[in-house]
C-alpha cells in the first residue's frame, strides 16, 4: 500500500522559507510523476507544481514561478517543495501527489490524474 506523508508547514512571516517534505513509502518514489497542490479555505484545490517520473520536467503554476521550486530525492523516496518569498495568498493546506502512469512523460497537472494523496500539511503566512 502506498502512503504520502507530509511534513514543514507551519506558520512564518511574509517572505520568509518553508521546505516541505512528502516521504512515499510502500513504493519508490521513482515510480510515480509527483504533484504539490493547495487549498485555501473557501477556495478549489489547486497545482502548485509537479515533477515528471524522471524528474527532468516540471512544472509551476504562474503565481510560484522564480519562488517554489520542486526536487525529487530518489533515495530519500521524497519530494520536496522549498518555498521562498513567501506570500500571505501562499496560505494553504499543501498536499502532495503521485500519478502511477507508467507511460506517462510529461507533469501531470490536474488533480484526476494523480492516485495517491497525503493528508496535507498546513502552511499559514503572516502579513
Known amino acids: 500500500q502506498v502512503q504520502l506523508v507530509e511534513s514543514g508547514g507551519g506558520l512564518v512571516q511574509a517572505g520568509d522559507s518553508l521546505r516541505l517534505s512528502c516521504v512515499v513509502s510502500g513504493r519508490t518514489v521513482s515510480d510515480y510523476a509527483m504533484g504539490w497542490f493547495r487549498q485555501a479555505p473557501g477556495k478549489e484545490r489547486e497545482i502548485v507544481a509537479g515533477?515528471?517520473?524522471?524528474?527532468?520536467?516540471?512544472y509551476y503554476r504562474d503565481s510560484v514561478k522564480g519562488r517554489f521550486t520542486i526536487s525529487r530525492d530518489n533515495a530519500k523516496n521524497t519530494v520536496y517543495l522549498q518555498m521562498n518569498s513567501l506570500k500571505p495568498e501562499d496560505t494553504a493546506v499543501y498536499y502532495c501527489?503521485?500519478?502511477?502512469?507508467?507511460?506517462?512523460?510529461?507533469?501531470?497537472?490536474?488533480?484526476?490524474?494523480?492516485?495517491?494523496w497525503g493528508q496535507g500539511t498546513q502552511v499559514t503566512v503572516s502579513s
Open positions: 515533477i515528471s517520473r524522471s524528474g527532468g520536467r516540471t
Open positions: 501527489a503521485a500519478d502511477r502512469r507508467v507511460a506517462i512523460v510529461g507533469v501531470p497537472t490536474t488533480q484526476s490524474e494523480y492516485d495517491y
